[in-house]
């Protein structure tokens, strides 16, 4: 400990660049790449234990979810979902209308009968890309009336999830003529100086 703190001490009075990498300490600058929001996170066994997000909103005119997961990959990143209430109002979804997001129907549960099963009820019925966003406010906030799959309301193919103004819907994994936009997210990326 004395041994650090004289190290810092000679840094300080004599320039960090007078210091090696052993005896001097490392600082980091965490930021997100352009176009990405960054976020801390409340580390959990939901989130797979992540710490720090970094969510963004990118175009893709009539996108499916297929196209917006490659969207994603493009960017290094991984189709994602919202967390919580403050990434939500932060990426500001009011002015996207719908924007793909992570969660698809698992196959199990794509034929309306499996409905009555409890593994197959609409807030256990979809898996994820990516575990490192707990699910848990995403499924929370259905639109009015969604999920509807269940309900003959709309065609047999609504396996994806989209969220809009008013909250997530159940709906056609090859898109929308109103979905234009997809959320990915990734780790924000550690410079060390």
Request: proline content about 5%; hydrophobic content about 30%.
């Given at each position: 400990?004395?041994?650090?703190?004289?190290?810092?001490?000679?840094?300080?009075?004599?320039?960090?660049?007078?210091?090696?990498?052993?005896?001097?300490?490392?600082?980091?600058?965490?930021?997100?790449?352009?176009?990405?929001?960054?976020?801390?996170?409340?580390?959990?066994?939901?989130?797979?234990f992540t710490s720090e997000w970094c969510l963004g909103v990118f175009p893709q005119k009539h996108v499916t979810e297929c196209e917006g997961s490659e969207i994603c990959?493009?960017?290094?990143?991984?189709?994602?979902?919202?967390?919580?209430?403050?990434?939500?109002?932060?990426?500001?979804?009011?002015?996207?209308?719908?924007?793909?997001?992570?969660?698809?129907?698992?196959?199990?549960?794509?034929?309306?009968?499996?409905?009555?099963?409890?593994?197959?009820?609409?807030?256990?019925?979809?898996?994820?890309?990516?575990?490192?966003?707990?699910?848990?406010?995403?499924?929370?906030?259905?639109?009015?009336?969604?999920?509807?799959?269940?309900?003959?309301?709309s065609p047999s193919t609504d396996h994806c999830i989209s969220f809009s103004r008013a909250g997530t819907i159940d709906i056609d994994c090859l898109g929308h003529e109103?979905?234009?936009?997809?959320?990915?997210?990734?780790?924000?990326?550690?410079?060390?100086?």
């Amino acid at each position: 400990m004395k041994l650090e703190i004289v190290s810092f001490v000679v840094c300080l009075l004599f320039g960090f660049g007078f210091c090696s990498h052993q005896t001097c300490p490392m600082r980091s600058k965490i930021g997100c790449d352009k176009g990405f929001t960054y976020f801390q996170r409340n580390p959990t066994e939901k989130n797979n234990f992540t710490s720090e997000w970094c969510l963004g909103v990118f175009p893709q005119k009539h996108v499916t979810e297929c196209e917006g997961s490659e969207i994603c990959q493009n960017l290094g990143a991984t189709i994602s979902m919202f967390e919580n209430e403050e990434e939500f109002k932060e990426i500001d979804v009011n002015k996207y209308i719908y924007v793909f997001i992570d969660g698809y129907r698992m196959q199990r549960c794509h034929d309306r009968s499996s409905y009555r099963e409890w593994k197959c009820q609409p807030l256990r019925s979809f898996q994820f890309r990516s575990s490192a966003t707990d699910p848990t406010f995403t499924l929370s906030n259905w639109r009015a009336d969604d999920p509807n799959y269940f309900e003959g309301k709309s065609p047999s193919t609504d396996h994806c999830i989209s969220f809009s103004r008013a909250g997530t819907i159940d709906i056609d994994c090859l898109g929308h003529e109103d979905i234009n936009y997809v959320l990915c997210g990734k780790p924000p990326s550690h410079q060390y100086y």
